[in-house]
């Protein structure tokens, strides 16, 4: 860390960020003037086009993890950083297949009212809200600690008041500007990260004559695991972790609050399509990249660079683009340093903010106007709701980052959140849209199975357990998810068997307008 | 009605009226066809959304069974199969790597082949439905 300690360095990292944060807060402000009802506040009015949510759902899913997490993993550890990267960009098939245009047809504006249109509204939402509330929370927490721990190496800002600033920042884009603020923070992160990661790309390129094979045949030579670098192994020690991680991210990304809201911002069925194809354009070009900037880390850094690049390899990306631009203390490598720092930033603010914004969707709309006042209230009282619970969520997890501190392990929370995803959400919302017999019964059973079942797991699980060398963990895989999801549909189906039958006309009703879309929220008139 | 709980009983709301289309696809569905439940019920009985419902199930299990048979192969041999995907092709270019990349264009390919499909085929018969639950 102290190679990045260079104060002039900081001071242009400051001021990239500072450009950023200009450039969103002036979209904040433009956005605010479109932000009074409950459907522009969450969902931007249903007025974004397919290719910007397309941008939007990129932005909001190439989080931290993905980008600094990703590079580190690949120079750590080889290919099987890539794997993740692979499995993160296949969950859009089953979002695509199953849930993209289904949910634009059938919700409103949270994952909750697609449950409560055919099984018994109260408790489904209350499930629904507890299972959007833990994986929005864990994934809250993870990219705040990422933001904190960045922070500090970057800029040298101190771990605990850079975690506050973050949250400050994302709560203003939420607060004043909405979905509306959110989703075009979204985008401009989108482009910028894009860009970031497309010259680090041509840089690492431009070192190995352009000869894209050479990047991967350099790698082997920096490391003591030789050739076995570049094949799978090194991080997932035993082959059912890697199928596990792997499952956990297939089915995950189809159970995450924040990336299904996304899907309420357009108009129609036919935008929420377009949207994922754009998504996966975007998602899958940029780890084709991650992978060419991840290997060449191996040729840039060196074995000798592994202890700079912190827990997990995090600062593995900034420290090659410091390195590509010439070195540490060079106006090149200042100055590249300073752009990637800033683009990982402006990374975690757009993330957290799409995070509160449908955390406070579960507050407001399912367990405050639905739950606690029966649908009885009126939208302004709602808008307020939204934005008492995204401050209290958002101060929440700002205490908790802060407490845990940066030396809790980031990757941890991270795969926390998608196995609890695949596992609690997925499953309910999946038989909700296509299984006749599905109950209420079955949706409390399962949610509340998934949950639990894959939080214990992790619990007991070698990254967590504590112990010397988490020896003795009582359960052998790092992920969950390949016992905890169908767990998960067990519940959900025996929970249905012992509970009541339910009305048919509801599964009718939701089936017929989740497939053709009539009846779908319309979209509000262009001021 | 915004902020309750969403019906397909829903009246037609002022909010439906002015419908703006800023992707250019008509924006779907009519006032006319807001009228709800009995007319929910009378499209579900038509033959086309049969179809419909049958064609997409179809080709969710069609394609996306063929891609998540290719994403778990490339799962299982990453996990048991480690040496041979460590095998180096050409270059650094390993057997694992090959897999990786065809598994990124198979998430293409079935984002590409899913949009035609809509275009082609879901899109008309979701259409027709409409039609014939009209007459």
């Given at each position: 860390v102290s190679v990045l300690a260079a104060t002039t360095g900081h001071g242009l990292t400051l001021g990239v960020f500072a450009a950023i944060l200009a450039v969103t807060l002036g979209i904040t402000y433009w956005a605010a003037r479109h932000t009074s009802t409950a459907t522009s506040f969450w969902a931007a009015n249903r007025g974004i086009s397919g290719a910007q949510n397309g941008l939007a759902i990129a932005g909001d899913y190439m989080s931290a993890a993905a980008f600094l997490g990703t590079v580190g993993l690949i120079y750590l550890f080889g290919f099987d950083g890539f794997i993740t990267g692979v499995a993160a960009l296949a969950s859009f098939v089953t979002v695509l297949l199953l849930l993209a245009e289904r949910m634009r047809n059938a919700g409103q504006f949270t994952m909750a009212d697609v449950l409560a249109f055919r099984l018994n509204a109260r408790p489904a939402r209350s499930a629904a809200a507890i299972g959007t509330l833990f994986v929005v929370g864990f994934y809250l927490v993870a990219q705040m600690i990422a933001a904190g721990a960045l922070f500090e190496a970057l800029a040298g800002i101190k771990f605990s008041l850079a975690v506050v600033l973050t949250t400050v920042f994302m709560l203003v884009y939420v607060l004043f500007g909405g979905m509306i603020a959110t989703t075009w923070v979204q985008i401009v992160k989108a482009v910028l990260l894009m860009a970031g990661v497309v010259l680090l790309t041509v840089l690492v390129l431009n070192r190995v004559s352009w000869n894209p094979f050479e990047v991967m045949g350099r790698a082997p030579r920096h490391t003591e695991h030789g050739e076995a670098f570049l094949g799978p192994g090194l991080f997932f020690k035993k082959p059912l972790d890697t199928v596990s991680t792997g499952v956990a991210f297939l089915l995950g990304t189809a159970g995450l609050p924040h990336i299904l809201m996304r899907f309420f911002t357009v108009p129609d069925a036919r935008a929420a399509r377009r949207s994922v194809g754009w998504a996966v354009a975007i998602i899958g070009i940029f780890y084709l990249l991650v992978s060419v900037i991840g290997f060449g880390a191996r040729d840039i850094l060196g074995a000798a660079g592994e202890e700079a690049t912190g827990k997990g390899g995090n600062l593995a990306a900034p420290l090659v683009a410091q390195n590509l631009g010439g070195g540490a203390g060079t106006f090149g490598g200042d100055v590249l340093l300073a752009l990637i720092s800033a683009v990982a930033f402006a990374t975690i603010l757009a993330v957290v903010a799409g995070l509160v914004i449908s955390a406070s969707g579960a507050v407001a709309h399912d367990v405050y106007t639905n739950v606690v006042r029966h649908g009885e209230t009126d939208e302004r009282a709602e808008v307020r709701v939204a934005r008492i619970g995204a401050l209290a969520v958002a101060g929440v997890a700002m205490v908790l980052a802060i407490l845990a501190?940066?030396?809790?392990?980031?990757q941890f929370l991270v795969s926390l959140t998608f196995a609890v995803a695949a596992s609690a959400n997925f499953p309910a919302l999946l038989l909700a849209l296509m299984w006749p017999r599905f109950n209420t019964t079955g949706a409390l059973v399962g949610v509340g199975v998934g949950l639990v079942s894959s939080i214990a797991l992790i619990v007991l699980s070698p990254p967590v357990w504590p112990g010397p060398d988490s020896q003795g963990a009582p359960f052998p895989l790092t992920n969950p998810a390949i016992v905890s999801i169908p767990l998960g549909f067990i519940a959900c189906y025996a929970g249905a068997l012992l509970g009541q039958p339910e009305a048919r006309d509801r599964y009718d009703q939701l089936h017929v307008r989740a497939e053709t879309g009539v009846g779908a929220e319309p979209a509000v008139p262009a001021a | 009605m915004r902020g309750r709980e969403p019906r397909a009983t829903q009246p037609t709301g002022a909010a439906s009226e002015g419908r703006f289309e800023r992707s250019g696809a008509p924006v779907e569905p009519g006032p006319a066809e807001r009228l709800g439940a009995p007319h929910i019920a009378a499209i579900a009985h038509t033959r086309a959304y049969r179809q419909l419902t049958a064609r997409r199930r179809a080709f969710t299990l069609g394609v996306g069974g063929g891609f998540v048979a290719l994403f778990a192969a490339f799962l299982i041999l990453s996990g048991w199969a480690r040496d041979w995907m460590g095998t180096t092709i050409y270059k650094g270019l390993t057997v694992g790597y090959v897999f990786a990349v065809a598994v990124i264009v198979g998430v293409w390919l079935v984002a590409y082949l899913y949009s035609r499909a809509s275009n082609r085929v879901f899109g008309p018969l979701a259409e027709q439905a409409r039609e014939e639950a009209r007459r």
């Open positions: 501190g940066k030396g809790f392990n980031i | -």
